[in-house]
């Protein structure tokens, strides 16, 4: 079946260091995949949907500068996120739909 | 836009007692709905889906749920809970044409006492 790989599973950086989350679909091509984050005890929610070859879309309350979204293949998109502060340790999930959507299986960011 | 409401934020229950996992959705379009499970520190695993055909779904580790188009539900249950089930539970929703993400509800928290 379609898998999603999502890299690091997990990482820790000092506050104003910059981190990049890998997510690449394995076996099919994914024109679209989507970032998630998910803080302590809440749900998931949409951060931006990132389309190959074209500029991401963000939610609402989402600063597009802070975190970059790369979509260069039909394999692979990249969150970097810049600057990182305390407040922005969370669980980042990544996913891709074909036919039904598959998941990553999550990166989680500690800053310190 | 597809919505989705768990009515439930955490559902204690004794080992080996049924369970239900209430979801309702709103969409103005047809839908897939999915059931995921999230243990503690680690990622999202499905359960179930329902995408057509029979409304009563199985999924794994004997849980199953039931498609009600007419309430708009998506409820999951469980005849016998182990202890094991503690886990986050996920309800979503997803629009069944087009790119779009799925939207989630926000979780319902199982906790099986022994």
């Known amino acids: 079946g379609a898998v999603v790989s999502q890299h690091p599973s997990w990482v820790i950086c000092k506050s104003g260091t910059s981190v990049k989350i890998e997510c690449r679909s394995l076996?099919?091509?994914?024109?679209?995949m989507f970032w998630y984050r998910q803080f302590p005890k809440q749900s998931l929610m949409l951060m931006a949907t990132s389309n190959e070859g074209s500029k991401a879309t963000y939610e609402q309350g989402v600063e597009k500068d802070k975190f970059l979204i790369n979509h260069a293949s039909l394999t692979l998109s990249t969150l970097t996120v810049t600057s990182a502060h305390p407040e922005d340790s969370s669980f980042y999930i990544c996913?891709?739909?074909?036919?039904?959507?598959?998941f990553g299986n999550g990166t989680r960011l500690t800053v310190t | 836009a597809q919505s989705v409401t768990q009515l439930d934020s955490q559902v204690p229950v004794f080992e080996e007692a049924p369970v239900e996992l209430r979801c309702n959705y709103s969409?103005?379009?047809?839908?897939?709905l999915f059931w995921y499970v999230q243990y503690p520190n680690q990622g999202l695993q499905l359960l179930l889906k329902y995408l057509s055909g029979s409304t009563l779904v199985k999924g794994i580790n004997g849980f199953e749920a039931e498609f009600n188009k007419s309430q708009t539900s998506f409820h999951l249950r469980k005849p016998s809970v182990h202890i094991s089930d503690t886990a986050e539970y996920f309800c979503?929703?997803?629009?069944?044409?087009?790119?779009?993400?799925?939207?989630f509800g926000k979780g319902t928290r199982l906790s099986v006492i022994a």
């Open positions: 979503a929703v997803i629009s069944n044409s087009g790119n779009t993400p799925l939207v």
């Open positions: 969409s103005s379009v047809s839908v897939y």
């Open positions: 076996d099919f091509q994914a024109t679209t």
């Open positions: 996913s891709a739909r074909r036919g039904s959507l598959h």
